[in-house]
């Protein structure tokens, strides 16, 4: 089991340019999430998806941020329009879950995001 | 809404000694999951320690256990026998066992320093 990874892990845009970064969850797990992290804070919750549905989305989630797992498997989280307050880390996270079983969230190292 | 406050922005202990971080929480549910990360330095977020709610006995997993006072909604972590790769930043986090809820609300962390 190779655990979850992101890409890219660092990445540098200008603002108003378009980022996309790509999470593949821990094989079999079901579940995956979008977290935000800035400097000094906890992780914030962006969205979640059980398969292919996407269950919830926070409302920290603008219009500018959208979110996506077409097969169930990897996600994608796209931020358009770049803004310098979009600098942070975006954490990938996954769990096999059924109902609301509190089964353990095992996060990815994270993509870090700078927008100059 | 779920909130958890961790008043202890930074803590310090010697190798082999103990120490104990301080986390509350605001729910109006009975039933969830309470949890304290690891962040080291590298980013990864590592579980360290799950309580139930509706278990009375407080977890514990070697070296690390926890104090659950469901009536005054406070969950600390005690770590024995420290050690130098504990230092990293130690996040509380809450999830909700109700509903369809399956995201976790975390801290804004402790950051632990451990010293020769």
């Known amino acids: 089991d190779t655990g979850v990874s992101q890409d890219p892990r660092h990445k540098i845009t200008k603002r108003g340019q378009n980022v996309t970064f790509r999470c593949d969850p821990i094989?079999?797990?079901?579940?995956l999430y979008w977290y935000r992290q800035t400097l000094g804070q906890g992780p914030e919750f962006l969205t979640y998806?059980?398969?292919?549905?996407?269950?919830?989305k926070s409302r920290l989630l603008s219009d500018r941020f959208s979110a996506e797992r077409p097969k169930g498997s990897f996600s994608t989280l796209e931020i358009q329009r770049t803004e310098q307050g979009d600098s942070a880390m975006y954490l990938c996270?996954?769990?096999?879950?059924?109902?609301?079983?509190?089964?353990?969230?095992?996060f990815g190292e994270g993509s870090w995001l700078t927008v100059v | 809404a779920q909130t958890v406050t961790q008043s202890q922005p930074e803590m310090s202990v010697q190798e082999a000694e103990t120490v104990t971080l301080s986390c509350t929480y605001d729910t109006s549910e009975s039933d969830y999951y309470l949890f304290w990360y690891k962040q080291p330095p590298s980013r990864q977020m590592i579980l360290v320690i799950r309580?139930?709610?509706?278990?009375?006995q407080n977890a514990t997993e070697n070296r690390f256990s926890v104090n659950f006072q469901k009536a005054a909604k406070s969950f600390s972590l005690k770590i024995s026998d420290s050690q130098l790769g504990d230092a990293a930043m130690y996040f509380c986090a809450y999830r909700s066992n109700t509903g369809t809820a399956s995201k976790l609300t975390f801290g804004t962390g402790t950051r632990l320093q451990v010293t020769l």
């Open positions: 996270a996954s769990s096999l879950g059924t109902g609301t079983i509190g089964n353990t969230i095992y």
């Open positions: 094989s079999e797990h079901n579940r």
């Open positions: 998806f059980q398969n292919e549905a996407q269950l919830e």
């Open positions: 309580q139930e709610a509706y278990k009375q």
